[in-house]
């Protein structure tokens, strides 16, 4: 019966839009096809160690970056799992607006992948960077959350609902380096599980995309405030201030 079903609906990949005739063996439904597997890069060496931004996009000297100059002090480093270009940013709208859930494994496991690096990271749990009531509500769930959840079953930690957000804060969507700023100061308070941050010395904070760091800077301070000693920002993707690399020719989903 489920072969039938698959025949005739069969699960399209998030990234190109192309029926996945074949899933990998161990998983029910995948959210890529093959090509679109390879076409997701990791930021291009050589990057800043902090912020993981490739050299040569704003940096001045060698021990300044212009990205990450002005982070809180508790930001003890940023890793993202791949660059925000096709098909990244295809599973990122899937998630984010489109209610495909299936898109989390793909991006907790690219995650991860980078995680490995950080064996101070070892059981540290993850906290999920908030969205508004709002937009939760209007969505169905918190993307980063999502994300969060499947980065702890593959690493096998909790997740804490440490911060929360407040009321009205706008979308950083669209907004240049210094308006970002601007919108989300102040924007993060303590959430449900903001009183057991004190009792973590490492904290990975977790989103869907990194931009400039506004975001997560915010949220790093109030965790800074809760008494976490260390927070590490892990995205499932990198934006970049200009195109790295080549594009490849991975198509747009046709079907969303």
């Given at each position: 019966m489920n072969r039938l079903l698959r025949f005739l609906?069969?699960?399209?990949?998030?990234?190109?839009?192309?029926?996945?005739?074949?899933?990998?063996?161990?998983?029910?439904?995948?959210?890529?096809?093959?090509?679109?597997?390879?076409?997701?890069?990791?930021?291009?060496?050589?990057?800043?160690?902090?912020?993981?931004?490739?050299r040569g996009t704003g940096r001045l000297r060698p021990e300044f970056c212009a990205q990450c100059d002005d982070w809180p002090p508790i930001v003890r480093r940023a890793v993202a799992g791949v660059v925000l270009r096709p098909p990244a940013d295809a599973l990122v709208q899937s998630l984010k607006y489109a209610g495909w859930r299936r898109a989390a494994e793909p991006m907790a496991e690219r995650i991860a992948r980078r995680l490995v690096a950080f064996p101070e990271l070892e059981g540290a749990p993850v906290v999920p960077v908030p969205t508004t009531e709002r937009?939760?509500?209007?969505?169905?769930?918190?993307?980063?959350?999502?994300?969060?959840?499947?980065?702890?079953?593959?690493?096998?930690?909790?997740?804490?609902d440490g911060l929360a957000r407040r009321v009205g804060s706008a979308s950083q969507v669209a907004l240049p380096r210094d308006e970002r700023r601007a919108n989300v100061s102040k924007a993060f308070v303590p959430g449900p599980d903001g009183s057991r941050?004190?009792?973590?010395?490492?904290?990975?904070?977790?989103?869907?995309?990194?931009?400039t760091g506004a975001t997560a800077g915010s949220a790093a301070e109030v965790l800074a405030a809760l008494g976490s000693g260390a927070v590490t920002v892990a995205a499932f993707a990198r934006a970049l201030p200009h195109p790295v690399g080549r594009q490849g020719g991975v198509r747009r989903p046709m079907f969303r």
């Open positions: 609906l069969p699960l399209r990949c998030l990234g190109c839009g192309v029926p996945i005739s074949d899933p990998p063996a161990g998983e029910a439904e995948p959210a890529l096809c093959l090509d679109c597997r390879l076409a997701l890069a990791e930021p291009p060496a050589p990057r800043c160690p902090r912020c993981d931004l490739p937009r939760e509500r209007r969505r169905g769930y918190n993307q980063a959350r999502v994300l969060a959840e499947a980065l702890a079953r593959r690493r096998g930690v909790e997740v804490l941050i004190g009792a973590v010395s490492h904290t990975i904070l977790v989103d869907d995309v990194l931009t």
